[in-house]
T-cell receptor, first 112, second 112 residues
């Protein structure tokens, strides 16, 4: 059973606008959440993360929001750039565990 | 610069062959993982290891085995390759804290 879900397989956004990628999880034991970016034929690269003790973390153009009560997190990219076009994976882990649980990914296309 | 290195970027193998995928990390991480990525299915965990000679099955271990004789090296073995094992294979490592997984560049395996 998928414990981390990304319900939007794809998203298209105009350059300069905001991209919002969503992620839901089911396991309340998760206490750390990560976003990865993946280009074709390359491995995923870490983008940004958030601990469950926070509700927001910001790094430049990227902000992750966490709503624990709704078991929902989102990644905001502002402003979106063509180089942001990639597949984005949401992941969750327990700091006392060994595993990372990944969503199915959202393919973002930023249109120039 | 931290690194996870997979031995091949592209591989083509015949049905029934025994296939070895090698992964080496230079970060002295305890945890290592093998995932496969398929369109629409995201990253699915095949096996992981939290110590030398220790292994745990992930979500899709059937048809695969692993070996971890040294801390820095984690091998994925396809005992008898089949066409449904054509996929992108991704190796990752992480410290025990579960705060970030570092990925290799991926191996695109085609079984014909």
């Amino acid at each position: 059973d998928q414990q981390v879900k990304q319900n939007s397989p794809s998203l298209s956004v105009q350059e300069g606008r905001i991209s919002i990628l969503n992620c839901d999880y089911t396991n309340s034991m998760f206490d750390y959440f990560l976003w990865y970016k993946k280009y074709p034929a390359e491995g995923p690269t870490f983008l940004i993360s958030i601990s469950s003790i926070k509700d927001k973390n910001e790094d430049g153009r990227f902000t992750v929001f966490l709503n624990k009560s709704a078991k929902h997190l989102s990644l905001h990219i502002v402003p979106s750039q063509p180089g942001d076009s990639a597949v984005y994976f949401c992941a969750a882990s327990s700091l006392t565990g060994n595993q990372f649980y990944f969503g199915t990914g959202t393919s973002l296309t930023v249109i120039p | 610069d931290v690194k996870v290195t997979q031995s091949s970027r592209y591989l083509v193998k015949r049905t029934g062959e025994k296939v070895f995928l090698e992964c080496v990390q230079d970060m002295d991480h305890e945890n290592m993982f093998w995932y496969r990525q398929d369109p629409g299915l995201g990253l699915r965990l095949i096996y992981f290891s939290y110590d030398v000679k220790m292994k745990e099955k992930g979500d899709i271990p059937e048809g695969y085995s692993v070996s971890r004789e040294k801390k820095e090296r984690f091998s994925l073995i396809l005992e008898s390759a089949s066409t449904n094992q054509t996929s992108m294979y991704l190796c990752a490592s992480s410290p025990p804290s579960g705060t970030e997984a570092f990925f290799g560049q991926g191996t695109r395996l085609t079984v014909v």
